[in-house]
Each structure stands twice: as structure tokens, then as C-alpha cells.
């Protein structure tokens, strides 16, 4: 089932560990009104992430890049579905400026899907990485990138640009990837952080709790990441952005984060940050 095949359902009310504060401070008004003047997007924005403002607060910022518009259709995400008129050559720039200019400590690059580019927009990541680099060269880029459609050669362009943390998310366990994930699959996102890991880069990767899987599948997906050396891991409350997105099975207790994230430790991995409210770019210069 596709994000637009999604028939409108209600939303559940949320409980009161999922209420999250309105985004304000002078970090975060001073960042919002650059990313509005650079014309610039957000991850944090477009997904409506709940930790908007104590994030950007704290120095830390996620960049969507390549546009706003996605070619996938996850059921999931707030992100628009379409396709893309254009592509942006001078947007590292302008992010690399906006590192600059608001004295971002920890950057996080992300991007919509363009699987219409010959190399899925990983060079525009590269430049990014660069850019940033030449304009802040003591802030730490984490790139939180999609899967290229299994393209070893778009990787290595973004890895050759040498980011601190290669972040790709797993997102949900397999049996609900032809709902959540319809265009992705499962043994290619792990195959990428495979890939990543042999050129010795810090790799993570992120699950989202509460669409209709089940602990034993969650522990499995753990697994598969630790056999793939995979050193960081984010699990979070799934929200339905809109009505027309895949509804919540559950709301997860923090008391089943908090076990999960044991489990995660005995398994190896070298930091797990979970809970309700926890999104991939979270406390992600702490992760890394």
C-alpha cells in the first residue's frame, strides 16, 4: 500500500509521555529565520519532529537537501511525494553558510529520494560535506542518507567525502516493508551499512516502534544490524503525521524503550538512544 493508496483514518490521542514543548529559544529563532532567508529545508521541519527546538538549541541541525520533494512513497513520512523539477548546485553552499552563520556544532545532512539522478544526488551530499568542512572545519557532518537503490558507486562518492557518522535507517522490521517501505528493501539497507562499516566509517542506523511489529521482530532487526557491525542505533515512537498516513498500532511504554535499549547494549552496540520522542538526528552529537 502506498503513501496516496493510505484511506484517511483517525488519530490516536497521545499519551502524556509523547507531549513535547513548542520549539522557541534564540538559537532556534535565529536558525529558523536563516533557513527561511537561505531557502533552505529541514528534516525537522518537514517531518514535524518533536524535538525541533531543544535540538537546535543545543547546536544541532538536520539539512534536508535535494529539494523537498520526494520520488518514494513511505507511509510514514510527511514529505511530499512527486517528482522533481530541479536540482540545486549551489544548496551546499547555502547550508555550509548557515553552519557558519548560527555556529551549528554537530550537522546533520539528509535528503528526500531522487531516484530519477544517475548517482541518487550522493554527489550533492559530497559537496555538502565539503562545503561544510571548508566553512566550519570544527563541525562534526553526520549524513543520514537513502539507500541509492543499492548503488556501491553512489556511496562511495559520499563516503570518499569522509562524513563523520554514515546514518542509514532500517526504519521497521521486513514483514511490513510492502506497507511502511513499499520502494526499499529490507537486505539492501543492510547491505549499504555493510558496505559502509568495511571502509571503516562509524555507521547507525534507526527503527521506528509502534507500526504493527512485534518485540521479537524488533530483537531480530537488532541483530542483523550488530551482524553488519553497525555501531549506533535509534528506536522511536512512531507518529502519524497526517490522516492520511498509516496509523499508529500502538503507543510504545517508556518502560519498553527502556528494555529494548538494554538489549540493544548486550548486543554490542556502542550507544542506543531510545524512547517516545527519540528521532535518528536526537542527542546525535552525543551518539556520535
Given at each position: 500500500?502506498?503513501?496516496?493508496?493510505?484511506?484517511?483514518?483517525?488519530?490516536?490521542?497521545?499519551?502524556?509521555?509523547?507531549?513535547?514543548?513548542?520549539?522557541?529559544?534564540?538559537?532556534?529563532?535565529?536558525?529558523?529565520?536563516?533557513?527561511?532567508?537561505?531557502?533552505?529545508?529541514?528534516?525537522?521541519?518537514?517531518?514535524?519532529?518533536?524535538?525541533?527546538?531543544?535540538?537546535?538549541?543545543?547546536?544541532?541541525?538536520?539539512?534536508?537537501?535535494?529539494?523537498?520533494?520526494?520520488?518514494?512513497?513511505?507511509?510514514?513520512?510527511?514529505?511530499?511525494?512527486?517528482?522533481?523539477?530541479?536540482?540545486?548546485?549551489?544548496?551546499?553552499?547555502?547550508?555550509?553558510?548557515?553552519?557558519?552563520?548560527?555556529?551549528?556544532?554537530?550537522?546533520?545532512?539528509?535528503?528526500?529520494?531522487r531516484d530519477e539522478l544517475y548517482d541518487g544526488g550522493a554527489s550533492i551530499f559530497a559537496e555538502t560535506i565539503r562545503k561544510i568542512r571548508e566553512a566550519s572545519p570544527t563541525c562534526k557532518v553526520e549524513v543520514l542518507i537513502?539507500d541509492f537503490k543499492g548503488d556501491e558507486f553512489a556511496l562511495n562518492i559520499v563516503l570518499d567525502a569522509f562524513p563523520d557518522v554514515l546514518n542509514h535507517n532500517i526504519e521497521t522490521v521486513p514483514r511490513l516493508y510492502q506497507?511502511?517501505?513499499?520502494?526499499?528493501?529490507?537486505?539492501?539497507?543492510?547491505?549499504?551499512?555493510?558496505?559502509?562499516?568495511?571502509?571503516?566509517?562509524?555507521?547507525?542506523?534507526?527503527?521506528?516502534?509502534?507500526?504493527?511489529?512485534?518485540?521479537?521482530?524488533?530483537?531480530?532487526?537488532?541483530?542483523?544490524?550488530?551482524?553488519?557491525?553497525?555501531?549506533?542505533?535509534?528506536?522511536?515512537?512512531?507518529?502519524?503525521?497526517?490522516?492520511?498516513?498509516?496509523?499508529?498500532?500502538?503507543?510504545?511504554?517508556?518502560?519498553?524503550?527502556?528494555?529494548?535499549?538494554?538489549?540493544?547494549?548486550?548486543?554490542?552496540?556502542?550507544?542506543?538512544?531510545?524512547?517516545?520522542?527519540?528521532?535518528?538526528?536526537?542527542?546525535?552529537?552525543?551518539?556520535?
Amino acid at each position: 500500500m502506498h503513501k496516496n493508496e493510505i484511506k484517511e483514518t483517525f488519530r490516536k490521542p497521545r499519551p502524556d509521555w509523547l507531549k513535547a514543548k513548542i520549539p522557541s529559544g534564540e538559537m532556534y529563532s535565529g536558525l529558523k529565520q536563516l533557513i527561511d532567508e537561505q531557502q533552505l529545508h529541514t528534516v525537522c521541519e518537514e517531518a514535524r519532529c518533536p524535538n525541533m527546538g531543544e535540538c537546535w538549541n543545543s547546536g544541532t541541525a538536520t539539512f534536508m537537501i535535494l529539494g523537498a520533494i520526494c520520488t518514494r512513497s513511505c507511509g510514514f513520512c510527511a514529505v511530499k511525494t512527486g517528482i522533481p523539477i530541479e536540482l540545486d548546485a549551489d544548496e551546499p553552499r547555502r547550508v555550509a553558510e548557515a553552519v557558519k552563520l548560527i555556529h551549528v556544532k554537530y550537522a546533520v545532512v539528509t535528503s528526500v529520494n531522487r531516484d530519477e539522478l544517475y548517482d541518487g544526488g550522493a554527489s550533492i551530499f559530497a559537496e555538502t560535506i565539503r562545503k561544510i568542512r571548508e566553512a566550519s572545519p570544527t563541525c562534526k557532518v553526520e549524513v543520514l542518507i537513502p539507500d541509492f537503490k543499492g548503488d556501491e558507486f553512489a556511496l562511495n562518492i559520499v563516503l570518499d567525502a569522509f562524513p563523520d557518522v554514515l546514518n542509514h535507517n532500517i526504519e521497521t522490521v521486513p514483514r511490513l516493508y510492502q506497507t511502511v517501505r513499499p520502494q526499499a528493501k529490507y537486505e539492501r539497507s543492510l547491505e549499504l551499512l555493510h558496505r559502509a562499516k568495511k571502509r571503516g566509517f562509524v555507521t547507525k542506523s534507526g527503527l521506528m516502534l509502534g507500526l504493527g511489529e512485534n518485540l521479537d521482530e524488533v530483537i531480530d532487526v537488532m541483530k542483523d544490524l550488530r551482524r553488519v557491525d553497525c555501531n549506533i542505533l535509534t528506536l522511536g515512537q512512531y507518529l502519524q503525521p497526517t490522516k492520511q498516513h498509516l496509523p499508529v498500532d500502538r503507543f510504545v511504554h517508556p518502560d519498553e524503550f527502556k528494555m529494548v535499549k538494554e538489549k540493544g547494549l548486550e548486543f554490542g552496540f556502542k550507544h542506543v538512544e531510545s524512547g517516545p520522542l527519540v528521532r535518528s538526528s536526537y542527542h546525535a552529537e552525543m551518539q556520535a
